[in-house]
């Protein structure tokens, strides 16, 4: 009899980066909570893991990311006011974030990489597999990449990342996969992985993007992983001792996603989603895209 595998119920979402790009915004507002369109990055994020299945949510944090941890609580006086006011939309809105999901919430002292930062996550997660959500990086809810590599792990066991074809000029900015194909068109075996190669170096063209599913044998590794790149713990030099050797903690396969992704990490890819976004909701699209046409023809 075939014994299954966990289900997988837990998500962790590293937040404790300064966000140096975005200063001075950033000085005292963590970068997480800088709006896209009328609501914090790391909401989008945390409804991504719900929407996939995962109600335990467990934020990486650092100092002044308090605001983070009240955003998802309770806002009393906020609440009642607007109940008194009779204005049920934004009330709605105000306690959207409060039931999303069961928060928890750990302070890496020292900001060591992100590999340290989910090795922070060990007593919470345990022994069960584990999704992990960089907050730069918004999926499309209507590409949902995060339940595939859920299903692909339930599935194959091991560890899944999420792989996006880039140029190969641009390969030097993430980690990249090698990789072989199997019989599904949308998921590779990853054999090897490298940190933000040089360009002619790299083994492909499938960057690493900030989705992971990981098996808890990574805990083990990054406990003795040296720091590498930067001087900081590399989750990817953990994941490439995992793609390397399968009895440690089973395979390492890659779901190869083709849909819509917002990188809010860098300044410019930040403006171009809060663009695309607005121009794509029914309540601000339609007035929003005749000003963006006209200021366009303007300008240009």
């Not at 790009?21 to 005292?28: D, G, N, Q, Y």
Request: glycine letters at 8%.
């Amino acid at each position: 009899m075939t014994q299954s595998l966990p289900r997988i119920t837990k998500a962790v979402i590293p937040a404790a980066g300064l966000g140096t790009r975005f200063l001075p915004a950033t000085k005292a507002t963590p970068k997480e909570m800088l709006p896209v369109v009328d609501k914090p990055a790391i909401q989008y994020v945390v409804e991504e893991a719900v929407e996939a299945g995962l109600h335990d949510v467990l934020m990486i944090t650092g100092r002044n990311k308090r605001p983070l941890e009240d955003h998802f609580d309770r806002n009393y006086e906020l609440e009642e006011a607007l109940t008194r006011k009779g204005d049920a939309e934004r009330l709605s809105k105000v306690q959207e974030s409060n039931d999303l999901a069961t928060m928890h919430y750990v302070r890496q002292g020292d900001p060591r990489g992100l590999g340290h930062a989910v090795l922070c996550a060990a007593p919470h997660v345990g022994e069960q597999p584990f999704a992990v959500l960089l907050g730069d990086d918004l999926i499309d809810p209507r590409d949902p990449l995060l339940s595939r590599m859920v299903e692909v792990q339930e599935r194959e066991g091991g560890s899944v990342i999420a792989l996006m074809e880039v140029e190969p000029a641009q390969i030097g900015l993430y980690g990249c996969a090698a990789v072989e194909a199997t019989v599904d068109s949308d998921v590779v075996k990853v054999t090897d992985l490298v940190e933000k190669p040089d360009p002619e170096e790299a083994p492909s063209n499938y960057a690493i993007i900030g989705r992971y599913v990981l098996d808890p044998a990574v805990f083990g590794i990054l406990r003795e992983t040296e720091p590498g790149r930067g001087g900081e713990i590399q989750l990817t030099d953990a994941l490439q001792k995992l793609a390397k050797d399968e009895r440690v903690g089973g395979p390492v396969h890659g779901v190869v996603f083709k849909g819509r992704r917002y990188d809010t990490g860098d300044r410019g890819d930040y403006l171009r989603a809060i663009v695309r976004l607005a121009c794509e909701r029914e309540d601000l699209g339609p007035d929003f895209r005749t000003w963006l046409r006209s200021y366009v023809d303007e300008e240009m």
